[in-house]
Nanobody, 123 residues
Framework: VQLQASGGGLVQAGGSLRLSCAAS????????LGWFRQAPGKEREFVAA????????DYANSVKGRFTISRDNAKNTVYLQMNSLKPEDTAVYYC?????????????????WGQGTLVTVSS
């Protein structure tokens, strides 16, 4: 599976962005999917994830209520809708795929990664 993330950019605090991650291959529905981010000088951290089958989701506490992850298996795409953005959301955002029914909060559990897309939130 190859992943291609897009949708990053510069936005003012309080604004919104939608990230997309398109996957190649015909087995997209076999993967649990996640979004992670890495801010300058910090380690990569979990943001959101969605399971393979029942569509259950989970979020980091820092984004809960503001971000929404979703997937469209017909389009081989996972999305991250980001609302009420804050300067501390500034980071490179990565999508990841895990060949499993369930998602993980740990980046090492994912098998494939996109190249990252930069989100910058100005104050």
């Amino acid at each position: 599976v190859q992943l291609q993330a897009s949708g990053g950019g510069l936005v003012q605090a309080g604004g919104s962005l939608r990230l997309s991650c398109a996957a190649s291959g015909r087995t997209f529905s076999s993967y649990a999917l996640g979004w992670f981010r890495q801010a300058p000088g910090k380690e990569r951290e979990f943001v959101a994830a969605i399971s393979r089958s029942d569509g259950s989701t989970d979020y980091a506490n820092s984004v809960k209520g503001r971000f929404t992850i979703s997937r469209d298996n017909a389009k081989n795409t996972v999305y991250l809708q980001m609302n009420s953005l804050k300067p501390e959301d500034t980071a490179v955002y990565y999508c990841a795929a895990r060949y499993s029914r369930s998602y993980s909060y740990i980046d090492a559990a994912y098998d494939y990664w996109g190249q990252g897309t930069l989100v910058t939130v100005s104050s």
